[in-house]
């Protein structure tokens, strides 16, 4: 089993005390508050069991794209002063390219 922890375990773990240091305070139940917290602290642990590895194959890829086509932009705030609808279309035209073969189809709403 390996961990990949969202936050650092012993940030975490600073937090958990100050949570449980909060709820012993506050009494109540207590029983229950721990459990949560314990479970909130092997949820960001991230327990993982690796079973092997896995292939990606992207030969059947629907890739959408929506792009705003408001009056905003049409803003020339974009590297070098040019639209950023101009910069948008530039942008999708590359990721086209780099997928390979595909069909391009343009709706506008």
Known sequence: MIIHPILPIWLMLILCVILGI?????????????????LLFMINLRPMIKTGDAKMVSSNLDVLFVIDNTISMVAEDYAGGIPRLTAVKRDTEYIIDKLGRCKVFCYSI
């Open 22 to 38: 909060i709820i012993i305070k506050n009494r109540g139940n207590i029983t229950r508050r721990m459990i949560i917290i314990a």
